[in-house]
């Protein structure tokens, strides 16, 4: 949902700190199967690690594209 959040920020063309909120929360999400527990739970870990890694790597590029105008 917060992921969620920050793209509809994104589309108004919203402050550049939220997507490094979306790359905290993609490390969140790679990290979450085993502090939160559920690392024997094997497809919800690897939804988990890979909804991680997209939302992290996505975040970033957008990070490099876009100008830095304030």
């Known amino acids: 949902m917060v ?3 920050m793209a509809l920020l994104h589309l108004r063309d ?3 700190w939220e ?3 979306n790359v905290v929360l ?3 999400l790679i990290l979450s199967p085993w ?3 559920f690392s024997g739970m094997v ?3 690897w939804n988990a690690v ?3 890694l997209l ?3 996505l975040a970033l590029s957008v990070t490099r594209e876009r100008p830095k105008a304030a």
Do not use: D, F
Request: hydrophobic residues 60%; charged residues 5%.
């Open 35 to 37: 502090i939160l527990g």
């Open 43 to 45: 497809n919800a870990m």
């Open 14 to 16: 919203g402050p550049m």
């Open 50 to 52: 890979i909804v991680g």
């Open 3 to 5: 992921v969620g959040l």
């Open 26 to 28: 993609g490390v969140w």
């Open 19 to 21: 997507e490094w909120v």
């Open 55 to 57: 939302v992290g790597v």
